[in-house]
């Protein structure tokens, strides 16, 4: 199984982005998705995660409102559109199928390698 994120990248305060994750190796529509986020010296934590048929969505208190997450369960991709960034988005984006738990550090079946996204202020 991989997930491949992208889109990461430096955007000032109150920019966009647009992460998005590509699976192979499994069968994507069976999977709830989902991403985290690991700030430097912080453990990582839950940011959204959306059910296998794409109807249901749930997210961190924090992002709520900021950050909305689809899938294409014909091209095998989540994604994470962050809206009115803040320098405390600041974090590595962790992909992530077959979530488990959004608790703490989290836990799921898969996980992807992650992407870099720093807010400047």
């Known amino acids: 199984v991989q997930l491949q994120a992208s889109g990461g990248g430096l955007v000032q305060a109150g920019g966009s982005l647009r992460l998005s994750c590509a699976a192979s190796g499994l069968t994507f529509s069976n999977y709830a998705m989902g991403w985290f986020r690991q700030a430097p010296g912080k453990e990582r934590e839950f940011v959204a995660r959306?059910?296998?048929?794409?109807?249901?969505?749930y997210y961190a208190a924090s992002v709520k409102g900021r950050f909305t997450i689809t899938r294409d369960n014909a091209k095998n991709t989540v994604y994470l559109q962050m809206n009115s960034l803040k320098p405390e988005d600041t974090a590595v984006y962790y992909c992530a199928a077959g979530i488990r738990s959004t608790s703490g550090r989290g836990m799921s079946d898969y996980w992807g390698r992650g992407t870099q996204v720093t807010v400047s202020s």
């Open positions: 959306i059910t296998w048929s794409g109807i249901s969505t």
